[in-house]
């Protein structure tokens, strides 16, 4: 057997897995209470053939953010930990990054005004730290990285810092025939290299900013060669852009975390039909972190005030989730 296919089979046996837990006992890691509540009665409501607000299979879709939705985001971006580390590799060919911001305040570690500099600043970064490389380079470069690198307080690997309530969520939707797709500021590239094994969403089924590529041939080889300009930014109104050239529907669903995704709600839920929109409210010192209004990232404000009134779901954290993390006890 191949290492190809053992690798297949072995993703294809952890979605079984992954459905038949949600079948017995979906949203295990979500405690009773409205979030749960909303949750289990809309997918119940949209695949049951015999109510009003019945949705045919192939209309199922549901959309995530990524940062901070299904995994962490804080201190910062796990994509801007990775242009830390290409940017220290890359500067002492490029001086000027020590006046320049927002490099100057990445390599002296201030992540408040790398954060400050917004989606903006981070395609910056992105630019110039992840241009030149052809993108199967660039996505063996992610891979890598993501094997070693640690998150710099919770002691694991970025790529175990995901949310498990969120596994099961996704999971449970896919057994109720959705389809689950990632829409994101984040770098498409970035993400694609991880998707389907962390959260069963294949690259096709990925939505984020991107830079320009432009096919070349080099060394006699043809090759799809990153360049250092922005491309798209699939950000605040960005997002219901993104999903419109990309998934071609309208989602069902979508689950957000900051004010970034109000516009990704705001344009699911005007669609005809029952739909739910959710945000990730994070509340939890202990297990992750707590911020919302005041932050450098993953910003949630004018969303908690308009909640109530839009009919939007607020899961609380620290209060909904009885465990965050799949490492947990």
């Not at 201030?110 to 199967?136: F, P, R, Y």
């Not at 790529?159 to 969520?169: A, D, F, I, S, T």
Request: charged fraction near 25%; glycine fraction near 8%; hydrophobic fraction near 40%.
């Amino acid at each position: 057997m191949t290492v190809m296919l053992r690798v297949a089979l072995g993703i294809v046996g952890l979605l079984f897995a992954q459905a038949v837990v949600a079948a017995d006992n979906p949203l295990s890691s979500w405690n009773d209470g409205p979030a749960k509540k909303a949750i289990l009665e809309f997918v119940a409501a949209v695949t049951d053939e015999n109510t009003k607000d019945y949705v045919p299979a192939e209309e199922r879709i549901a959309v995530f953010d990524n940062d901070g939705t299904l995994w962490v985001e804080y201190p910062m971006y796990t994509q801007v930990f990775f242009a830390l580390d290409r940017v220290k590799k890359l500067a002492p060919q490029h001086p000027e990054w020590k006046t320049k911001q927002p490099f100057k305040a990445l390599l002296e570690g201030d992540m408040k005004t790398v954060g400050a500099s917004g989606m903006k600043g981070l395609m910056e970064l992105i630019m110039a730290s992840h241009a030149g490389m052809s993108g199967d380079e660039f996505e063996q470069e992610v891979a890598k990285w993501l094997a070693t690198a640690r998150h710099p307080h919770l002691d694991c690997l970025y790529k175990e810092c995901l949310y498990q309530p969120q596994l099961e969520l996704l999971a449970y939707l896919r057994a109720n025939e959705f389809k689950t797709f990632i829409v994101s500021g984040g770098g498409i590239q970035f993400m694609r290299p991880m998707t389907l094994k962390a959260y069963g969403i294949p690259p096709w089924q990925v939505v984020g900013s991107s830079i320009v590529s432009e096919f070349k041939t080099r060394d006699g080889k043809p090759e799809v060669v990153r360049m250092p300009k922005i491309d798209f930014i699939d950000d605040k109104a960005g997002k219901p852009v993104g999903i419109y050239q990309h998934i071609g529907r309208r989602p069902i669903l979508a689950f957000g975390n900051a004010d970034a995704d109000m516009q990704m709600i705001q344009y699911t839920k005007a669609g005809k039909g029952r739909r739910l929109g959710l945000f990730v409210h994070h509340t939890d010192a202990d297990r992750e972190y707590a911020y919302d209004r005041d932050s450098h990232v993953g910003k949630l404000d004018k969303a908690l005030d308009q909640a109530d009134a839009n009919g939007w779901i607020v899961v609380d954290m620290k209060n909904d989730w009885n465990r965050v993390f799949p490492f947990e006890e």
